[in-house]
């Protein structure tokens, strides 16, 4: 049988970007089974105009939800086989990218998670780049431009929605990774990521992701690595905020109130990886390319007899 593919885009208050995303979509050939869209406390017209748009669907959060929750409640929502993750400044390259990147995951049963380079004004030396390098395993990638595999979406749980916002790539990733399924970067499908500045704050985004990466390892980091892990990530996020300056270091409490605040939840929901896989998962985050024999190893002996 073949593999179905949705579309889920998530939202808020950037019509113009959503239109034009639309359309690109719309030339598509073929066209994807479904197509998902969360607007997430949209007030600029956004539920109006996706409303008259045939065979679109369109989920609301009134309140909202962050893009996390937003990406979770459509994957769960799709009855496709392959949800394809774009943002909504985000869209696919190829005219066949449906085709292709169906065959990838009917090709390879054990992938989870298909990541594909973009061509982002966010960094503009790609905007002209030719080779994106290889295609090999990963400890992460970007919701913006990845297919998942939905059975194992549910399979592993989901996002996990307290994040709000970022850091759900490498923690879902890492869930895979342990649980035998893969999450690759795949060079041959393509996606132009306009990356719209609206709706994004640089100081915000860095306080989520020390955060979230902080309840992550207290989460799925086995004891007693959890402590220097987790002292790493602090100094880590620390060292980045010195480089931005002072504004940015005088500011850095405010994320550890936070994770603070949240703590009493991750000692509910922890579930630790075992540490083979999670230092395996560690090493791809740092340099995929000497992870590659190992994670091709463990992969092979999955599919022996």
């Not at 109130?257 to 998962?281: N, S």
Request: glycine fraction near 6%; charged fraction near 25%; include cysteine.
């Amino acid at each position: 049988m073949s593999l179905t593919c949705a579309i889920t885009i998530t939202t808020r208050n950037r019509l113009d970007d959503l239109k034009r995303t639309l359309r690109v979509i719309g030339s598509l050939d073929p066209q994807p089974d479904e197509i998902v869209i969360s607007a997430d406390g949209c007030t600029d017209g956004t539920i109006e105009y996706v409303k008259s748009l045939p065979h679109v669907r369109l989920l609301v959060n009134e309140v909202p939800r962050g893009s996390i929750g937003s990406r979770d409640t459509m994957i769960r929502a799709t009855l496709s086989d392959i949800a394809l993750s774009l943002d909504d400044d985000s869209y696919p390259v190829e005219t066949d990218f449906i085709r292709r990147m169906l065959a990838l995951f009917e090709e390879n049963t054990r992938l989870a998670v298909a990541a594909f380079p973009q061509y982002s004004d966010e960094f503009p030396e790609t905007l002209a780049q030719e080779d994106f390098g290889p295609s090999h395993f990963i400890g992460s990638y970007m919701s913006s431009s990845a297919a998942i595999r939905r059975s194992v979406f549910l399979e592993i749980g989901g996002y996990p929605t307290v994040f709000f916002h970022v850091y759900e790539e490498p923690d879902f990733a890492l869930r895979c990774m342990a649980a035998g399924w893969q999450v690759r970067y795949e060079n041959s499908l393509h996606v132009r990521h306009h990356y719209s500045g609206a709706q994004r704050n640089e100081i915000r985004t860095h306080h989520f992701q020390a955060r979230n990466e902080l309840w992550s390892v207290m989460i799925r980091c086995p004891f007693p690595w959890l402590i220097p892990v987790g002292i790493f990530r602090v100094l880590r996020q620390l060292h980045y905020a010195q480089k931005r300056g002072i504004a940015w270091i005088i500011r850095e409490p405010a994320w550890w109130l936070g994770f603070f605040t949240g703590l009493p939840g991750c000692v509910i929901q922890r579930k630790p990886i075992p540490w083979k896989h999670y230092r395996q998962w560690m090493s791809l985050l740092s340099d995929p390319a000497t992870a590659q024999a190992e994670c091709g190893k463990k992969f092979d002996e999955l599919d022996e007899p």
